[in-house]
């Protein structure tokens, strides 16, 4: 049953890469589209304020559907949506390829977790979930970087015509290879699944990913910009560049993967904490050799094990309802990401481009003192 774990997984490869190669292909797009890098930048907004307020709704109701069917429909719509994308002749018709797809992520990744269990059975069901993450990781080490080697070598256009032609594919194996999964015989209903956020606690968990995921893309929606501009690189060595950031977070993804079965909140604050020194780093390492890749090594490494980590911190917090808290965060995250896409586009407007790191900074060193806020909650609770 190997297979079908390993076709979720290259989907949910596409699936992310699809919301994040934009990064790297920004200054591309703003350029032929003509408008300036934050207006641009709030395509990255409309993903992630769409995934954020109908991830839980949509999730819930897509939930009825055979697994199957739901999957191959949301490649095909990433299929549809990248080629819009590609053709989009202004920022208008971008923001529409945009939006479409926002609306299948949620419902992809809370229920391909779910669907990989039901496929190996409940005592394999830890391994199945690591196989279907290691997607995520791969799409940041390989996905982004890659769409930003083709942008610069073919145009940003010719990524979306990859990413189409790769959606296309791997609905197709899906609807070879992947087996139906059956129907849960119980389901919770969707009132009692939001009657957990009456706990404070969980609240302050979904408020915390918020945060981080704030300060992360407050600066890494514009890394590519950065490194365009404040180092002088060309397009083909920022996409190597973006590589070696997504490489270093094999580490941090591993690193995270421990640290969050101890402490969960401690783990947040701890990762946090390194990633505000990368942060403030990076900007006045621009010139470095040295200390511009390991400027950005600490901040990939700690920023690839967040995701993990804040993941797992929800399901921790809510282990009566784990896929609606994974839910949560899928929608607390990409709100961080939107908010995240607007603070930088206004620091760079009223501050310029080398204050990103240190605005990051601020937000991700509000995130320590929360999540050490909430471990101290935690234990008077307890």
Same mark, same amino acid.
């Given at each position: 049953?190997?297979?079908?774990?390993?076709?979720? !997984?290259?989907?949910?490869?596409?699936?992310?890469?699809?919301?994040?190669?934009?990064?790297?292909?920004?200054?591309?797009?703003?350029?032929?589209?003509?408008?300036?890098?934050?207006?641009?930048?709030?395509?990255?907004?409309?993903?992630?304020?769409?995934?954020?307020?109908?991830?839980?709704?949509?999730?819930?109701?897509?939930? #009825?559907?055979? #697994?199957?069917?739901?999957?191959?429909?949301?490649?095909?719509?990433?299929?549809?949506?990248?080629?819009?994308?590609?053709?989009?002749?202004?920022? &208008?018709?971008?923001? *529409?390829?945009? %939006?479409?797809?926002?609306?299948?992520?949620?419902?992809?990744?809370?229920?391909?977790?779910?669907? !990989?269990?039901?496929?190996?059975?409940?005592? $394999?069901?830890?391994?199945?979930? @690591?196989? *279907?993450? +290691?997607?995520?990781?791969?799409?940041?080490?390989?996905?982004?970087?890659?769409?930003?080697?083709?942008?610069?070598?073919?145009?940003?256009?010719?990524?979306?015509?990859?990413?189409?032609?790769?959606?296309?594919?791997?609905?197709?194996?899906?609807?070879? $290879?992947?087996?139906?999964?059956?129907?849960?015989? /119980?389901?919770?209903?969707?009132?009692? /699944?939001?009657?957990?956020?009456?706990?404070?606690?969980? /609240?302050?968990?979904?408020?915390?990913?918020? %945060?981080?995921?704030?300060?992360?893309?407050?600066? $890494?929606?514009?890394?590519?910009?950065?490194?365009?501009?404040? !180092?002088?690189?060309?397009?083909?060595?920022?996409?190597? &560049?973006?590589?070696?950031?997504?490489?270093?977070?094999?580490?941090?993804? @591993?690193?995270?993967?421990?640290?969050?079965?101890?402490?969960?909140?401690?783990?947040?604050? @701890?990762?946090?904490?390194?990633?505000?020194?990368?942060?403030?780093?990076?900007?006045?390492?621009?010139?470095?050799? *040295?200390?511009?890749?390991?400027?950005?090594?600490?901040?990939?490494?700690? /920023?690839?094990?967040?995701?993990?980590?804040?993941?797992?911190?929800? *399901?921790?917090?809510?282990?009566?309802?784990?896929? +609606?808290?994974?839910?949560?965060?899928?929608?607390?995250?990409?709100?961080?990401?939107?908010?995240? !896409?607007?603070?930088?586009?206004?620091?760079?407007?009223?501050?310029?481009?080398?204050?990103?790191? $240190?605005?990051?900074? %601020?937000?991700?060193?509000?995130?320590?003192?929360?999540?050490?806020?909430?471990?101290?909650?935690?234990?008077?609770?307890?």
């Amino acid at each position: 049953m190997l297979l079908p774990i390993l076709l979720l !997984a290259a989907a949910g490869f596409t699936v992310l890469t699809t919301e994040f190669v934009i990064v790297g292909l920004l200054p591309g797009i703003a350029r032929d589209l003509d408008v300036s890098i934050p207006q641009a930048g709030l395509l990255v907004t409309l993903f992630a304020f769409t995934v954020a307020c109908c991830g839980p709704f949509l999730t819930a109701w897509a939930a #009825r559907f055979d #697994r199957k069917r739901l999957f191959v429909g949301i490649l095909l719509l990433f299929a549809a949506s990248n080629a819009v994308a590609a053709m989009a002749s202004n920022i &208008y018709v971008m923001g *529409i390829a945009r %939006l479409i797809p926002a609306l299948g992520l949620p419902v992809f990744w809370s229920l391909a977790s779910e669907t !990989a269990v039901d496929i190996v059975g409940p005592a $394999y069901a830890g391994r199945a979930i @690591s196989k *279907i993450s +290691f997607g995520v990781v791969c799409a940041t080490v390989f996905g982004i970087p890659v769409g930003t080697l083709v942008g610069d070598a073919l145009g940003w256009r010719a990524a979306f015509w990859m990413l189409a032609a790769l959606a296309l594919a791997k609905a197709l194996l899906l609807v070879c $290879y992947l087996p139906h999964t059956p129907r849960q015989t /119980q389901a919770t209903s969707l009132l009692g /699944q939001f009657g957990i956020l009456r706990s404070r606690l969980l /609240q302050g968990h979904v408020l915390l990913s918020v %945060l981080v995921f704030s300060g992360m893309f407050t600066a $890494y929606t514009y890394l590519a910009d950065m490194l365009e501009r404040l !180092a002088g690189f060309d397009g083909a060595t920022v996409g190597w &560049y973006l590589m070696g950031f997504g490489a270093v977070g094999l580490i941090g993804n @591993s690193l995270g993967g421990r640290a969050v079965d101890r402490h969960p909140l401690l783990a947040s604050a @701890s990762f946090c904490a390194l990633m505000v020194i990368g942060l403030v780093a990076v900007v006045p390492s621009m010139q470095s050799p *040295i200390g511009l890749p390991l400027a950005l090594a600490i901040w990939g490494s700690t /920023q690839a094990a967040l995701f993990l980590v804040s993941h797992v911190r929800l *399901i921790k917090a809510a282990p009566q309802a784990p896929a +609606f808290a994974a839910s949560l965060n899928i929608a607390g995250a990409n709100l961080g990401i939107g908010l995240g !896409a607007v603070i930088g586009g206004r620091v760079i407007d009223n501050l310029g481009l080398a204050n990103l790191g $240190y605005a990051a900074g %601020l937000l991700i060193g509000a995130s320590v003192l929360l999540a050490l806020w909430l471990t101290s909650k935690r234990f008077t609770a307890s």
